[in-house]
């Protein structure tokens, strides 16, 4: 099955600064690739996502990228704000078939210092 | 807006009590999930249901089990509740045959003592 490893999982940066974040995936078959945003006391939110005939995104201060060959997929955000910080989680699926599964990175804590 | 209610935000447990995790959505979503989140581990798929009285297992299945008797409610059964299924317990549904976005409940902190 898919395997996504996802790095660093805590993650430091003064407001105003760039944060990236960067995962890697098992299964040449995933082609579908969003990022989730969870908030203290909340469930996951989907913030962006990125389909493996495109190498890259981009929504106002949030961009994905995505690099097939190497089996990886960064989500960096700009310009950081306090409301930023959170844990981001990667995932990968196949959209193909009767696939329906996630498969999520561990998660990487974001704390944007004021 | 998409809703997913789930029953409680906390629960405490004893060891080899049935515990009911309920989960319920209001968009007619055809697919539902259930996750466990544990520190450094992420999001991991126990169960998921694609119809009424449909499941298949997740990555992992065991100690669980599950139940779809109306589209709009999943519950997740812990059959004999035991310590290291301590954990967040998150449901989640999608619209589609392939489950595009996926949408959260708060999620319940079962505490298993």
């Known amino acids: 099955g898919e395997n996504v490893e996802q790095h660093p999982s805590t993650l430091s940066v003064q407001e105003g600064d760039s944060a990236v974040i960067k995962c890697t995936y098992s299964d040449s078959a995933s082609n579908y690739f969003p990022w989730y945003k969870q908030e203290l006391g909340k469930g996951p939110q989907l913030i962006i996502d990125?389909?493996?005939?495109?190498g890259e995104k981009k929504d106002q201060r949030i961009a994905v990228t995505l690099n097939k060959t190497a089996k990886h997929f960064s989500l960096h955000i700009t310009e950081t704000q306090p409301e930023d910080s959170a844990v981001y989680f990667c995932a990968a699926s196949s959209l193909d078939g009767s696939a329906r599964q996630l498969t999520f990175g561990s998660g990487t804590q974001l704390t944007v210092l004021p | 807006d998409v809703k997913v209610t789930q029953s409680s935000r906390y629960l405490v447990k004893r060891t080899g009590e049935k515990v009911f995790l309920e989960c319920v959505q209001d968009?007619?979503?055809?697919?539902m999930f259930w996750y466990r989140q544990d520190p450094g581990l992420g999001l991991r798929l126990i169960y998921f249901s694609y119809d009424v009285k449909m499941k298949e297992k997740g990555d992992i299945p065991e100690g669980y089990s599950v139940s779809r008797e109306k589209k709009e409610r999943f519950s997740l059964i812990l059959e004999s509740a035991s310590t290291n299924q301590t954990s967040m317990y998150l449901c989640a549904s999608s619209f589609g045959p392939r489950g595009y976005e996926q949408y959260f409940g708060p999620g319940t902190r079962l505490t298993v003592t």
């Open positions: 990125i389909r493996s005939n495109v």
């Open positions: 968009m007619d979503h055809e697919n």
